[in-house]
Every structure is written in structure tokens, then in C-alpha cells.
């Protein structure tokens, strides 16, 4: 907690290190702002009739002032007396105790504020030094005992008590500006707030502001200010002011409010009673407004034990009740609500009692018989009437004395003006509660022609899940697929159905209640694939069984894939159906184009490889030659992700490989051609890798191999172990001897790469050619360019004048740095 406090009082030593009235001592960190406000409302002058030369004996006697105003972010309440003389012997001193609540929830604990009246905590000495300690908890004075509190309010004072409260109410919604309570006391203003405040919801309570005294309340910044009889009040002109004076006596009059009338009588039952008004008005959400109580009064008559139960307004407070504090609505509080329809002995506003019962209904509340009985004899003499719509009200399970005529005449009409699933099930469901069965003549073929308007709606994907609800919905199933099915006997009909109309919830239902064999069974199962994507080759499988021509075959896929087959649903296709059937139609040309999408997009898998082994030269007769180049491509480069051992018979395929490329579409090409690549690249024959990438270069469409083989390369130069980087730059040394494109590797590739390597790795190298220099003799070029006799000169000769930086200043820069070589 942080409570801050200030002494005010006239003295010799103080803030303003002045002498004369002055802040005494205050905790540290007060905000000179709260310090003014506090000031300001604890500032004390004697009442009228105040003697000039008080004794000590009479100025015990002064009223003691004790107030509390929030000011949302923070709260003050303060403690103010009369002292008589100054330290100079002058009249007119009083001293006031200050706390300043930064979180006065918390800081009061529970507490209302009146209960500080008589607390220990409060001072009127002045203090030696000028910082004040902060306030860990404010103990409460006598008034906490609510007890004490209902036994003074016995002795006569409800009266006044109702007063006070009404008046607070009126104070609180706004309607008044300042409440005036005019007692011999200061204790008895004291006692009836404590009253009043404890008969307040909690977030109301905080918002009374108040002072137990003040000779001049027409200037008190409170709500209600406590005066003594001597004090003239002026009525307000523009009526914003309540004078109420609380006599000696405990008589008193005035209005009392409907809410004040009920707490009234919980005073009388008990505080438990009081305090069980409070913890219900806790759960009340959003949080009651003052100018709400008068209707929770009748909330409380209703739901609190021991109330009288006498409701002015029952249907206002069911109302009240569900919209903020729905945890009350139990059978003892329909009882009530039975007790007092039975009472009043007469029904009306019938749509808002159904409001009422359906919201009650969600949470498994129910009305009591009485209120029912008397809601259904109101709504079914207004439906009869044609007063009352019966779809737009709730009715009860069973209801009696309802014309089976009038009950169907209305039903039709309504379907008739409103032709939608949903007055549908409005309409066999009042007619269920009525106890009128759907006959199977108009009424039937209305309801059914609604049905098949929405169930083949895409855009309206709960219909299934409504016609499921529909009361006779079995008697209604049958029929709805009997007129679908006449409906879907053209071709035409059917593909559109499937393709646009029937959504996978409806085809999940029809599927469910249509007859085997039938076609509204065979659209619901194309529709239901289609949509969700699963199960598709079954279901044309099932689709074409009975005629697996080439035609249905071709029909059918165009339903289920609007887009391409999946490659694991193509090898589904080519293993099931007969190669004479699939190839006579579009698919293998679909499959074909799904590998280059695959290729094209995430990248080719295993279930592509199987999928081009399927699409057999057979199946893509009368595809143009790419399509076929195109699945050889897939084919063979998976061959060589395999990695197959070196042999002639590998070489000359990889030939027949890059050769298929040229015609292939170019994503299966450059995968194809970089599965060659790699290949070749990771084999451990250096002669046998030369002899093979010779042959390559000097096919048709060699120049894009080289492009993905010069990728590779490069990646592999860059960041592969010395001996690697050993066993394969002669195959490129063997290639430029050769062929120009050799060449270009070698001047561009290879020493663009190689340049980014450390010195170091560049000398693993040089010694790796130093090991490898006899198996890598057949390899070196015949020119003897520059006088390389053997691999470790060729290499030394090479780097020299192709990696300067890297072996040299590349290095001397490193080390220079301070960085690794």
C-alpha cells in the first residue's frame, strides 16, 4: 500500500518555514496537487453558534469533520477538529489529518470510508519533525460494527435511512448536485452514512463523497455535506440540492425509493441479509449505475431468500437479470416469478417474454408452469389472431388448444412469403411444438423445394448442418433425393452440380441418405472429393466401373481435379486403370505437366520418379515429342541421383541424358542436368570423370549442361576439402586442353571460386596434387604450357598466375588484421 499524510494546523515550524497556519509534516513524495486537494476539502470553520472563547470542555464538544471525495487516480480522506488557540494563544486553529489513497480499493481493504470515523489512526498534535511516515493500513472505528449500525437504525431511524438513501441514489445518476444532512451530531450524520454506503454496491459506495461537517455546505466540494441544526441552508433555486435533517427524535419523511424501500427491509431481516444484497450486486456485469438500482431492487425481491418477493415490474427484472446477472436464474427465482404472474392474474408483451425464455433456454433455465401456462394462452390467442408471427417467438415442447387448420394455413403462408431453410425449420418446429405433423401434400413439396434451393447453394455452407435439425427430417430425406436425382439425370445437370452447386457438407450429406448406385449418390461422392481432396482416384475408380471408357474416364478426372493430380494420385492412375483406357485420353498429358510444376515449384520427389517410370512411351503415344523427352528427363536423372557406379554403359547414358534434355520443358531439364552433374562430381575417377565430361560437351545442347555443371562446381570448389578440390580440377585442366568450353571453366569458374579459399587450404591443395600426381598423369595437358611436368608444378604455376591475391597479399592483408590465414 502507499498512503501518504499531512498535518495542517497553525504552528511554529512547518513546511512554508513560516509561523502560522501552515503544512505541519507530510509523508515524502507528496504531489503538491493532492496536497491542495486535501487542503482545500479538510479546511475547518465552527458553526455559527460557536462560542468566540471556547472552553476546553466546549470545544470537545465542536463537531468533528470526517470526509472522503476520489478523484479517480487518487482519493483523499481526512480528519479535521477545532483546537481553539494557536501557539500564540489566537482563536481559530483547527487541525486536519490528511491521507492521500493512491489506490483507495486497495488501500481501504474492504472498508467503507465513513468507517474511519473514531479511528485510532487519527492525530491533532502537531509533530516534531516534518516527514511523516506512510500509512500501512487504516484501522477501522466503531462504525465498522454493522451490527452497532442496524441496531441504531432500529431504534427509528429507517425512515431517515430511506430518505438518505433515495437522496444519495438521486445524488449519484446525477439529478442532484449536493445532498445537505442536517443532524444535532456530526456522530448521527456519521452513523446514517455508514448505513447508506453500507447498502451500496461496492463501486458505487466509493463514489459518495462526503463530509460529517461543515458550516458552509453550499461551498463543500461532497456530495453529501453533514451540518448541524445552527447552520442556515438556502435552497437551491434550480432544485440540485437535498436538505434532509435528521431529528433528535428519529422521525423524519420524505421520498423513498424503490431500492431504499427493499434495503430497508434487509435492515430490518439482518446485515446478512444487507450484505447478501452487496455480493449479488458484485456480480452484476458491466457494473451497476446508480441509476439502475430501483430496477435491481426487484432483482433482489427476486433473488435474494427472505425477500418478500413482491416485484413491481417482473418481466423488467427477468430481463435485467439475464442481460447482466444470468447466475440468478434458478428454479427459487422462476417460483418467484410463477407466485407473481399468479398473483397479478393477467399476461402481456408477449415478444419480450420470448426474448426472455429463449436467452433462458441457451443456459438451461427454464420458466415455472404458471408463467408458462399464461405466456402460451397470451402467444397462441395472438397467433390465431394473426397478430403474432409464431416463427419469430419461442414456444414450449408441447402446447394444446391449436387448430391443426390454422396452424398448417399459416406454416405454407409463411414458407410461401419467406422461402428459406431457415423459416423452414422455424415452421416444422412450431408446428412439432403445436403437435401438427408435416402432411405430405403442399406444405411437404414447399418445404422440400427450400431444402433443394439451399442444399445446392455453395455459399451457403450450414445448410446441411440446418436440415439435419429439421424437425421430420427423415420423413423429408427421401423425398429431397428423389427429386434430386430426376433433377440430375442430364449430363449437364450432374457436372454442374458436382463442380459448382454441392458443397462438401452437402455432399457429405447427401452421400450419407442417398441410395447406393443412384447418381445423386455418385455427384455426392465426386463433389465431396473434389472439395476436400482426399480419396479422388477411388472414387473414379467407383465412378467409371460400370463403363471404363476413355470418355468417363476423361469426364470424371476433369470433375474431380480442376487443377492437376497430385504425382502419388498420377501412380495411383497409371497402376489402376488400364493403359489402353488412360492412354486414349488427356490425363498422361496432365501427369506429364504435374512433373513440371513439381519441378518448377517444390521440387521434384520420389513419387515424381515413380510417376515418370509409369508414363510409359505407350501412354504418351499421341503427346508431343517433349511431353516424352520431358518424363525421359525425370527417368533418367533419377538414375542418376542414385548414383549408379562408373561404367561405359553409365557413361553413354549420361550422354543420352543430356541429349534428352534439349527437348525436355526447362525445369525437368536443369533438374535432370544437375542430377548429372552431381553425379559426375562426386565420383572418385578423375580420368573416368574427364573422359565422360568430354564426351557431354561435345553434344547438341552442351552449352546448358555446362551452365548447371559450372554451378556445381563452383559450389563444390568453394567450400570441399583440399583432395577433393585435387581430384577435380584436372578433369577441367583435361577439358580446356580439349575444348574451349574447358577453357572458360577453368579461366572463370574454377578461379572465381578458388579465389575465395585461405592460403592455407590453397597449400592443402598443392600437397594434395603432390599425393594424387601419378593416378592423375594421364590427365595432364600435353602442351607443357608454362613447363608443367607434373601435377604440383602445374599447380604452382597456375596459382601463381591466376590466384595472386589469395596466396599472397590476400594474406599479408590477414595478417596484417589480426585474422586467421
Not at 496432365?590 to 510409359?616: F, H, N, S, V, Y
Request: glycine fraction near 8%; charge should be negative; hydrophobic fraction near 45%.
Amino acid at each position: 500500500m502507499t498512503i501518504r499524510q499531512l498535518y495542517y494546523t497553525s504552528c511554529q515550524h512547518g513546511k512554508d518555514g513560516t509561523q502560522g497556519f501552515q503544512v505541519n509534516a507530510a509523508s515524502a513524495g507528496m504531489a503538491e496537487r493532492h496536497e491542495d486537494l486535501g487542503l482545500r476539502l479538510s479546511a475547518y470553520r465552527p458553526a455559527p453558534s460557536a462560542p468566540v472563547l471556547p472552553t476546553p470542555e466546549q470545544i470537545a464538544r465542536f463537531p468533528v469533520a470526517v470526509g472522503y471525495r476520489s478523484f479517480g487516480d487518487m482519493a483523499v480522506l481526512f480528519h479535521s477538529r477545532y483546537l481553539g488557540t494557536d501557539f500564540t494563544g489566537r482563536q481559530g486553529n483547527y487541525f486536519a489529518h490528511v491521507l492521500v489513497l493512491d489506490a483507495p480499493d486497495q488501500d481501504l481493504d474492504g472498508m467503507v470510508p465513513i468507517e474511519a470515523w473514531g479511528s485510532g489512526l487519527w492525530r491533532w498534535q502537531p509533530s516534531q519533525g516534518m516527514q511523516l511516515p506512510l500509512v500501512q493500513v487504516i484501522p477501522p472505528g466503531p462504525l465498522a460494527d454493522t451490527e452497532r449500525i442496524r441496531a441504531h437504525l432500529l431504534e427509528g431511524r429507517l425512515p431517515e435511512f430511506g430518505v438518505l438513501l433515495s437522496a444519495v441514489q438521486e445524488g449519484l445518476s446525477g439529478r442532484a448536485d449536493r445532498v445537505v444532512v442536517v443532524a444535532p451530531e456530526a456522530v448521527d450524520v456519521a452513523r446514517a452514512l455508514a448505513a447508506v454506503t453500507r447498502s451500496l454496491p461496492a463501486t458505487l459506495a466509493s463514489a459518495v463523497s462526503f463530509t460529517t461537517f461543515t458550516s458552509c455546505p453550499a461551498d463543500a466540494e461532497v456530495l453529501v455535506a453533514g451540518t448541524t441544526p445552527d447552520v442556515e441552508v438556502v435552497n437551491s433555486p434550480y432544485g440540485d440540492q437535498i436538505v434532509i435533517t435528521l431529528a433528535a427524535d428519529g422521525s423524519g419523511d420524505g421520498i423513498t425509493s424503490r431500492y431504499a424501500s427493499v434495503l430497508r427491509d434487509c435492515w430490518t431481516r439482518g446485515v446478512a441479509a444487507v450484505g447478501e444484497v452487496v455480493a449479488l450486486a458484485v456480480h452484476v456485469s458491466p457494473p451497476l449505475e446508480a441509476a439502475e438500482l430501483d430496477q435491481f431492487a426487484d432483482v433482489i425481491e427476486l433473488a435474494v431468500p427472505g425477500s418478500s418477493g413482491t416485484v413491481q415490474a417482473p418481466l423488467q427484472a427477468v430481463e435485467f437479470a439475464l442481460r447482466r446477472l444470468p447466475s440468478v436464474l434458478t428454479p427459487a427465482l422462476w417460483q418467484r416469478v410463477d407466485d407473481q404472474i399468479r398473483r397479478v392474474g393477467s399476461f402481456d408483451d408477449v415478444e419480450r417474454w420470448s426474448a426472455v425464455f429463449t436467452a433462458a433456454s441457451r443456459g438451461g433455465a427454464a420458466p415455472g408452469p404458471e408463467l408458462e401456462s399464461a405466456y402460451v394462452r397470451a402467444a397462441l390467442s395472438r397467433i390465431a389472431e394473426g397478430a403474432l408471427d409464431p416463427t419469430s417467438i419461442w414456444l414450449p415442447a408441447r402446447t394444446a388448444g391449436r387448430r391443426e387448420e390454422t396452424a398448417l394455413e399459416w406454416a405454407l403462408g409463411a414458407l410461401k412469403a419467406s422461402p428459406q431453410l431457415a423459416t423452414a425449420a422455424s415452421v416444422l418446429g412450431t408446428l412439432a411444438r403445436l403437435g401438427v405433423r408435416l402432411p405430405g401434400t403442399e406444405l411437404q413439396s414447399q418445404v422440400v423445394e427450400v431444402v433443394l434451393a439451399e442444399l445446392l447453394n455453395p455459399h451457403l455452407p450450414d445448410a446441411p448442418t440446418q436440415l439435419r435439425r429439421l424437425p421430420d427430417v427423415e420423413r423429408l430425406l427421401p423425398v429431397v433425393c428423389a427429386q434430386l436425382e430426376d433433377r440430375l439425370a442430364p449430363d449437364a445437370l450432374f457436372d454442374t452440380a458436382v463442380e459448382e452447386l454441392l458443397s462438401p457438407a452437402a455432399a457429405d450429406l447427401l452421400e450419407s441418405i442417398a441410395p447406393r448406385g443412384s447418381r445423386c449418390a455418385l455427384a455426392a461422392s465426386l463433389a465431396r472429393a473434389r472439395g476436400t481432396r482426399t480419396g479422388r482416384v477411388p472414387v473414379l475408380l467407383h465412378a467409371v466401373q460400370t463403363r471404363p471408357s476413355p470418355e468417363a474416364v476423361e469426364r470424371f478426372a476433369a470433375l474431380l481435379w480442376p487443377g492437376l493430380p497430385t504425382a502419388g494420385e498420377g501412380v495411383q492412375l497409371c497402376r489402376r486403370l488400364d493403359a489402353a483406357v488412360l492412354g486414349a485420353t488427356n490425363v498422361p498429358q496432365r501427369l506429364m505437366e504435374r512433373l513440371i510444376k513439381d519441378a518448377e515449384g517444390p521440387g521434384l520427389t520420389r513419387a515424381d520418379e515413380e510417376l515418370a517410370d509409369l508414363l510409359t512411351a505407350d501412354l504418351l503415344a499421341g503427346s508431343p515429342g517433349s511431353a516424352v523427352d520431358t518424363v525421359d528427363s525425370v527417368r533418367l536423372g533419377a538414375y542418376f541421383n542414385n548414383h549408379p557406379e562408373p561404367s561405359e554403359e553409365v557413361a553413354q547414358t549420361a550422354v543420352d541424358t543430356v541429349r534428352c534434355t534439349a527437348g525436355a520443358a526447362v525445369a525437368v531439364a536443369d533438374w535432370a542436368r544437375g542430377a548429372v552433374a552431381n553425379w559426375m562430381l562426386s565420383l572418385t575417377d578423375s580420368t573416368y570423370h574427364a573422359r565422360v565430361l568430354l564426351r557431354l560437351v561435345r553434344e547438341p545442347g552442351s552449352r546448358s549442361f555446362l551452365t548447371v555443371y559450372g554451378h556445381r562446381l563452383a559450389v563444390i570448389l568453394a567450400s570441399a576439402k583440399p583432395p577433393i578440390i585435387a581430384a577435380i580440377l584436372p578433369t577441367v585442366v583435361f577439358l580446356a586442353d580439349k575444348d574451349d568450353a574447358g577453357q572458360r571453366l577453368l579461366e572463370t569458374t574454377c578461379r572465381d571460386a578458388l579465389a575465395q579459399r585461405r592460403k592455407r587450404e590453397l597449400d592443402a591443395v598443392g600437397r594434395s596434387f603432390e599425393t594424387k600426381n601419378r593416378k592423375l598423369a594421364p590427365l595432364l595437358p600435353n602442351t607443357g604450357k608454362r613447363g608443367a611436368k607434373n601435377w604440383p608444378s602445374w599447380w604452382k604455376d597456375w596459382r601463381e598466375h591466376n590466384l595472386p591475391q589469395s596466396s599472397f597479399a590476400r594474406f599479408f592483408g590477414r595478417r596484417t588484421s589480426g585474422g586467421e590465414d
